[in-house]
């Protein structure tokens, strides 16, 4: 390869690695694209109406509040879907001194009515990687093939809904609290949650009035 043309794309990466990540907080009203590296520097609230993408690549750095001791989070009141695959995983973990560990950020909360996809995601260091909370019949949640590591909880079900999926996910390291936890009152109904890997936890799964095919979920013998 010609020496010019080589360094000419030597620069070019290095400019592409200097760019600054974009900085995200705030209500999210209109319909927008997720991509490249982005600093969660406060709450955000994707509004209801609103749908969002996370199209891999994608890194998503909680950084903390304003004063850097703020926990974040991601509140669902629309539509959060990921663009993503097993060669392209989108990253999303706290940037805090004391990282990996748990509670450095609140995680994705889904609320209400809202619905949301998430495949092929490492969420790490959150109080709940993924929640589902809030009465809200039409509220679908799909989550599978991701991994949640140093959390409080990996997966936090209050009011879930039958048509949700949690499948083919692997839950570790989350050494306080429960790697799944799934309540049901009478409003809702029992989700799908099965196929998951469940290691390291302080407790692996629990689940009150509901019922979550816990023998398809794979879990140290005696745990449940």
Known sequence: MNKKILL???LFCSLLSAVPAFALSGTITVDSIWTGVLDVTDNITIQAGVTVPINAPCTLRFTGGAAGTLVSTIFVDGSLYTSSNAANIIQIYSTRIGAPAPNLLGGIRFRGASKGTLTY???RDAVRGVEMFGAGLNKLVDVQR???SYCGYGIYLSQPTVASVFRYNSITNNIQAYGIFCN???ITKNPTIEYNDVTGALADIYATGVTCNAELN???AGAF
């Open 8 to 10: 000419l794309i030597v």
């Open 218 to 220: 794979y879990y140290p």
């Open 121 to 123: 995601c490492d969420i």
């Open 146 to 148: 991701c991994t949640f």
């Open 184 to 186: 049901m009152d009478a």
